[in-house]
Protein backbone atom coordinates (compact mmCIF):
# COMPACT_ATOMS: atom_id res chain seq x y z
CA UNK A 1 0.00 0.00 0.00
CA UNK A 2 1.70 3.55 -1.02
CA UNK A 3 2.08 5.83 1.71
CA UNK A 4 2.87 8.96 2.11
CA UNK A 5 3.03 11.33 5.04
CA UNK A 6 3.99 14.74 5.77
CA UNK A 7 5.48 16.53 8.51
CA UNK A 8 7.37 19.55 10.14
CA UNK A 9 4.16 21.90 9.52
CA UNK A 10 3.84 24.67 11.91
CA UNK A 11 3.64 28.74 12.51
CA UNK A 12 6.21 30.49 11.86
CA UNK A 13 7.17 34.34 11.71
CA UNK A 14 8.43 35.79 8.53
CA UNK A 15 11.70 35.55 7.63
CA UNK A 16 11.50 32.14 9.38
CA UNK A 17 12.68 28.61 7.98
CA UNK A 18 10.88 25.06 7.97
CA UNK A 19 11.82 22.15 6.96
CA UNK A 20 9.34 18.88 5.62
CA UNK A 21 9.79 15.59 5.64
CA UNK A 22 7.56 13.70 3.31
CA UNK A 23 8.12 9.96 4.65
CA UNK A 24 7.23 7.40 1.96
CA UNK A 25 6.15 3.53 2.10
CA UNK A 26 4.88 0.94 -0.16
CA UNK A 27 6.73 1.22 -2.94
CA UNK A 28 10.35 1.58 -4.46
CA UNK A 29 10.94 5.14 -3.89
CA UNK A 30 14.09 4.67 -6.10
CA UNK A 31 11.82 4.44 -8.82
CA UNK A 32 9.97 7.45 -8.37
CA UNK A 33 9.85 11.30 -8.49
CA UNK A 34 8.19 13.36 -5.18
CA UNK A 35 6.69 16.24 -5.66
CA UNK A 36 6.11 18.98 -3.25
CA UNK A 37 2.70 20.96 -4.08
CA UNK A 38 0.96 23.58 -1.61
CA UNK A 39 -2.76 25.19 -1.41
CA UNK A 40 -3.57 28.25 0.04
CA UNK A 41 -7.15 29.53 1.25
CA UNK A 42 -9.61 29.73 -1.93
CA UNK A 43 -6.70 29.37 -4.28
CA UNK A 44 -5.61 26.23 -6.47
CA UNK A 45 -3.38 23.57 -5.58
CA UNK A 46 -0.01 24.78 -7.45
CA UNK A 47 3.43 22.50 -8.28
CA UNK A 48 6.38 24.08 -6.18
CA UNK A 49 9.13 21.77 -5.91
CA UNK A 50 10.06 18.41 -7.58
CA UNK A 51 13.16 15.71 -7.56
CA UNK A 52 13.16 13.39 -10.34
CA UNK A 53 14.86 9.60 -9.38
CA UNK A 54 18.08 11.17 -10.36
CA UNK A 55 18.02 13.64 -7.43
CA UNK A 56 17.10 16.41 -10.25
CA UNK A 57 15.44 19.09 -8.38
CA UNK A 58 12.88 21.31 -10.37
CA UNK A 59 11.42 24.23 -8.97
CA UNK A 60 8.00 25.52 -10.34
CA UNK A 61 7.88 29.17 -9.37
CA UNK A 62 10.05 31.69 -9.68
CA UNK A 63 8.94 33.01 -6.97
CA UNK A 64 10.23 30.34 -4.83
CA UNK A 65 13.98 30.51 -6.41
CA UNK A 66 16.84 30.47 -3.76
CA UNK A 67 14.42 29.87 -1.09
CA UNK A 68 12.83 26.23 -1.37
CA UNK A 69 15.13 23.16 -1.95
CA UNK A 70 14.51 19.44 -2.16
CA UNK A 71 16.50 16.40 -1.30
CA UNK A 72 15.86 13.13 -0.84
CA UNK A 73 17.40 10.45 1.53
CA UNK A 74 16.66 6.97 -0.41
CA UNK A 75 17.80 4.97 2.36
CA UNK A 76 15.32 6.52 4.90
CA UNK A 77 12.29 6.52 1.84
CA UNK A 78 12.12 10.37 2.84
CA UNK A 79 11.80 13.37 0.88
CA UNK A 80 12.76 16.66 2.29
CA UNK A 81 11.32 20.37 1.36
CA UNK A 82 13.35 23.27 3.34
CA UNK A 83 12.05 26.50 2.95
CA UNK A 84 14.08 29.48 3.79
CA UNK A 85 13.05 32.86 3.91
CA UNK A 86 9.40 32.78 4.37
CA UNK A 87 6.59 35.26 3.48
CA UNK A 88 2.97 35.71 4.54
CA UNK A 89 1.97 34.39 0.77
CA UNK A 90 3.67 31.10 1.86
CA UNK A 91 0.98 29.96 3.81
CA UNK A 92 -0.61 26.68 2.69
CA UNK A 93 -1.03 23.52 3.18
CA UNK A 94 1.57 21.50 1.92
CA UNK A 95 1.37 18.27 -0.16
CA UNK A 96 3.85 15.70 -1.32
CA UNK A 97 3.02 13.53 -3.71
CA UNK A 98 4.58 10.07 -5.66
CA UNK A 99 5.48 9.45 -9.60
CA UNK A 100 6.84 7.41 -11.41
CA UNK A 101 9.92 8.38 -12.69
CA UNK A 102 10.33 11.38 -13.97
CA UNK A 103 8.87 15.24 -12.36
CA UNK A 104 6.08 17.04 -13.40
CA UNK A 105 4.50 20.21 -12.28
CA UNK A 106 0.56 19.39 -13.26
CA UNK A 107 -1.11 17.77 -9.82
CA UNK A 108 -2.60 15.26 -12.34
CA UNK A 109 0.44 13.14 -13.33
CA UNK A 110 0.20 12.38 -9.78
CA UNK A 111 -1.28 9.64 -8.59
CA UNK A 112 -0.21 8.92 -5.03
CA UNK A 113 -1.06 11.87 -2.24
CA UNK A 114 -0.39 12.39 1.59
CA UNK A 115 -2.50 14.10 3.44
CA UNK A 116 -0.87 17.52 3.63
CA UNK A 117 1.03 19.49 6.51
CA UNK A 118 -0.60 22.86 7.19
CA UNK A 119 2.64 25.90 7.01
CA UNK A 120 1.41 29.38 8.43
CA UNK A 121 4.13 32.10 8.01
CA UNK A 122 2.97 35.25 10.40
CA UNK A 123 4.02 37.24 12.72
Known amino acids: QVQLVESGGGLVQPGGSLRLSCATS????????IGWFRQAPGKEREGVICISRGRIGILYADSLKGRFTISRDNAKDTVYLQMNSLKPEDTAVYYC????????????????WGQGTQVTVSS
Open 97 to 112: AARELYCSGRDTDFAS
Open 26 to 33: GFDLDDYA
